[in-house]
């Protein structure tokens, strides 16, 4: 199980026994109450963007009717960040020209081939690809990148005369497209015509994940897809998915006998069969409940796919609810009610939501925390998610269905088990054909995963002590112990015992059973999917530390969401 998690924010000491202090509890003075970190803003925030006129999303948005697409050439078979060596001549100016960029710019293989494939695709059809084919097209590039952004401007041919692609003249025109792009950013630069069209396709994205070594992606007859890097910032959430069969999904798994140390990765991703795979990795930063997506690509046993061709849910649907709702029920999964009142807001955000995407702007992330926040629902709220698409305003509510599907996170997120309740909505444009659709899924009853929730803190504790070259922590406890540990966790989750108090209850309960001395750490997050919580003290740093946790989830006053707590209690031995 791959976790990730942040840093303890409180120590408790009791000390080693002595004659006079034997079985006593060093915990003292007054209680101090514990401080959540709550990301998401309120509902007052949120309004002032919600009350706002909305853009036109025919300004901000054109999308193709094409459904499919097929590459031109062969795209690659590697996930790889070194610079192009292609044929193309635009790719060959560009690697040049950013070969020692000042500005700290860079070109990959990947960005270029994608840069390039998007700008085939706009010649062809006259606009920009859906949501699927553009990640399709991403992921068949190769690119590894995290905050994927684009900008295309299209026009007629004599917009781009031939003698712009002179080589003599690709320099200039090169520069003049580098002024737009930020610094410390690899990006792949794209020009062509075709017909009486012209295309100028820039895409950009941060150098989120450096790869140990090029990853292979076709031919993998082991049946499973080893990464291993670096992730170029902190995170305390690491997760990989893969897709299994039409609606499935399947967890990446830490890579056997690799110990790592985050910000580095080691993840083996399993292939489904013989059929191609879509895997994705993304990480979360400390405290944060919005995910970078550091990697998406295909992988497969055989030869890679030249065309994307969308898989699509049986039935007949007539809206986008009703499509997830029949695919929910032919997966076994349980029924997920649509809110009216949160599908409301969703509304309203829309074209905001989509104007500030573009811009990769702090609003952008604002506005998705407000919709993530779930204020117009009632009860508790223990995770959310967004999925969106861009699609084409005649498709099926079916073929758009399949867009959402289409990569293993749209697919966790919307086929989730423990999702019960969703907010929908969609806007087109009738001038460009253009659909943009936002499904926010909520979890309002929790799952029972305390047991799980232990084990993946204690698998985290035990790699980071293997790090070190320690030996695992000593599980310790009985059953006298885990009802007390039981009834402390019961107190704080009503309410009536602090987090500190808590600790200081625990720690007194095992230094009187036990005449050792104790120590608490207390870790909270939302949830452990891929949590890494990296640890600080003598739990990491002792060669023999034998330890006991107990979780609690508790709402602090005015959090949006419910979150788990953790109370870790250790002893050297």
């Not at 407000?370 to 629902?377: D, T, V």
């Not at 959402?404 to 086929?415: Q, T, V």
């Amino acid at each position: 199980m791959v976790l990730a998690a942040c840093e303890p924010k409180s120590e408790t000491t009791t000390p080693e026994p002595s004659p006079t202090t034997k079985g006593a509890s060093a915990v003292r003075g007054p209680a101090q109450p514990w401080v959540f970190d709550d990301p998401f803003p309120s509902v007052e925030a949120l309004a002032q963007y919600l009350d706002e006129p909305g853009p036109d999303i025919g300004e901000i948005l054109t999308t193709s009717s094409p459904e499919t697409w097929t590459l031109h050439g062969d795209g690659t078979d590697r996930i790889d960040i070194r610079p192009y060596d292609g044929p193309d001549p635009v790719g060959q100016a560009v690697a040049t020209k950013l070969a020692q960029h000042p500005r700290g710019l860079s070109s990959t293989a990947g960005l270029q081939s994608f840069a390039e494939q998007f700008g085939r695709f706009a010649l062809a059809h006259g606009s920009r690809p859906t949501s699927d084919v553009y990640g399709f097209i991403a992921a068949r590039c190769g690119v590894a990148s995290d905050g994927l952004m684009d900008a295309m401007r299209m026009g007629p041919a004599s917009a781009l005369p031939k003698s712009a692609l002179a080589e003599d003249a690709l320099p200039q025109h090169i520069d003049d497209a580098l002024e737009m792009v930020p610094d410390d950013t690899r990006v792949g630069l794209w020009f062509g015509r075709e017909g009486r069209r012209s295309a100028h396709v820039v895409v950009m994205g941060r150098p989120g994940l450096e790869l140990r070594e090029p990853v292979m992606l076709s031919g993998r007859t082991e049946g499973y897809v080893d990464i291993r890097g670096r992730v170029s910032f902190a995170f305390d959430h690491l997760e990989g998915l893969a897709t299994r069969g039409a609606t499935g999904v399947a967890r990446c798994q830490p890579s056997p006998n690799v110990i790592v140390r985050p910000p580095q990765l080691a993840l083996r991703c399993p292939l489904d069969g013989d059929s191609p795979t879509v895997i994705t990795l993304f990480a979360r930063l400390p405290g944060d409940v919005l995910g970078l997506t550091l990697l998406q690509t295909i992988a497969s046993r055989g030869a890679l796919p030249q065309t994307y061709t969308p898989s699509l849910p049986t039935g007949a649907a007539q809206s986008l609810a009703e499509a997830i709702a029949d695919v929910r029920e032919s997966a076994g999964l349980p029924a997920a009610k649509v809110s009216a009142p949160q599908s409301q807001v969703v509304a309203k955000a829309l074209p905001h939501l989509l104007r500030l995407h573009t811009q990769r702007s702090e609003q952008g992330r604002t506005l998705a925390l407000g919709l993530l926040a779930g204020h117009a629902l009632d009860g508790d709220l223990h995770r959310a998610h967004l999925a969106e698409s861009t699609a084409n305003s005649q498709w099926s509510a079916s073929r758009e269905l399949a867009a959402l599907l289409w990569s293993p996170r749209g697919r966790a997120r919307l086929l989730d088990p423990a999702v019960d309740t969703l907010a929908i909505a969609s806007q087109s444009d009738e001038a460009t054909g253009a659909r943009y659709s936002l499904v926010a899924t909520y979890q309002s009853q929790e799952a029972d995963t305390r047991d799980a929730t232990l084990a993946a803190v204690f698998d985290a504790i035990d790699r980071q002590r293997a790090v070190a070259g320690l030996p695992p922590v000593v599980r310790a406890g009985g059953p006298n112990d885990r009802t007390v540990l039981d009834a402390t966790v019961g107190q704080l989750e009503r309410g009536q015992l602090e987090v500190h108090d808590a600790m200081t209850q625990l720690l007194g309960h095992f230094v009187e059973q036990t005449h050792r001395g104790f120590q608490g750490t207390v870790l909270d997050d939302y949830d452990f999917d891929g949590w890494q919580p990296h640890v600080e003290g003598a739990l990491v740093t002792e060669p023999k530390v034998a330890a006991t946790a107990a979780v609690a989830s508790m709402r602090p006053p005015g959090a949006a969401w419910s979150r788990r707590v953790v109370l870790i209690v250790y002893t050297i031995m």
